[in-house]
């Protein structure tokens, strides 16, 4: 069986700038980076639909807001794990 290999964004960034640039083919550069070209033209289509997000500003916003919810998130969870224990010690469990 094998192992599925994971890329880093920094190199999907890399490899899709390239496929962007057009200096070479697609099949060309999975020949070069060793992966098949369905995986360079799914990241290509990913950078330039995501492309616009760089320049919108609002990024650095919504990591913020999530950040927020994930914090607000945590901080329910403990609370229900400290009242399901409290429950559990009065219950006799």
Known sequence: MTKRRRFT???KA???LE????EQTVSELAARHGI???????????ASDGLASVFDGKAGER???RDAELKDL???IGQL??????LAKASGR
Do not use: C, M, S, Y
């Not at 098949?36 to 990913?46: A, E, S």
């Open 36 to 46: 098949h070209p369905n995986l360079i033209t799914t990241w290509k289509r990913q």
């Open 81 to 86: 794990v400290v009242e399901r224990d409290f």
């Open 14 to 16: 890399r490899v899709a």
């Open 63 to 65: 990591e913020q807001v």
């Open 19 to 22: 496929a962007i640039r057009g």
């Open 74 to 76: 945590h901080a329910k």
């Open 9 to 11: 964004a920094e190199f």
